[in-house]
């Protein structure tokens, strides 16, 4: 199946928010909806973490639209150096501060102390475990400060290394949802597949969910994209081939025949 979208110029605007990431935006009629939360899913190793990193990179390069970036599962460092192959140099934006990394993943680790870091970025360690509210109020006051309009949580079952409480998943993306929403930042929650963990949670999340698959046989073998839900948006419904290119991380390829 070929699926014919009209190629048109796309800017940052009113109501859409763009990914930036090639070929996406224009099966989105442009980007994200504006100030909407999007969950992003996929087992691990779909590229959800490159697709967050792009769509923050991509915010502030061709957009000056600054980020804020919620770490959680990965050695900062490795993020970073990772991310260097596809020139996603996130010293960098940091420096030019233009992306806040929020750098939760030594909670995970049980780790107490912190490095102080030159930029406005920050750590949180296992002694500032909070509430989801807590979590999710020192990313607004973050965003605040470099006046961000996009915000990635990568990602939300390692919250739980965070957030000792009760909280179940469901829970925690309605309410993130809520807050980061009234906020109006656009937002992507990375979260592994939630299938059969907890019901079907993509029902809950009001706005919009991207689904990222490695398939390793069948039809539709390899790596892929597919937009299952799409609030407030004419989106392509087709399974979309995508390859991870150094220089420039996630690009989206046309359905063929
Ligand atoms: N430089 C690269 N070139 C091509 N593919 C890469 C490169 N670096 C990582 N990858 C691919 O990206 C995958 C990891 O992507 P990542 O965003 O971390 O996945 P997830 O966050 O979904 O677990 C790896 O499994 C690897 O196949
Ligand atoms: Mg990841």
Known sequence: ???KMARKRIDASADRCPTGIPGLDDLLDGGFPRGRTILLTGECGTGKTIFGVQFLHNGVVKYNEPGVLLILEQNIQYLKRDMRLFDFDLDELEDSGKLVIIDASLSRFNVSEASPKSSKSFSLTSRDLVGTKEVVDIIIDAAKEIRAERVVIDSLPALDNLVR???????????????????GFTSILVSDILKNREGDVEEYVSDGVIRLNYITSGPDTGRNLVIQKMRGTRHSEDIHPITFTEGIGIEVLEVEE
């Open 165 to 183: 409480s009760k909280e179940n998943v469901r829970d925690v993306i309605l309410y993130m949802n809520y807050r980061l929403q009234s906020k």
């Open 1 to 3: 199946m070929v699926i």
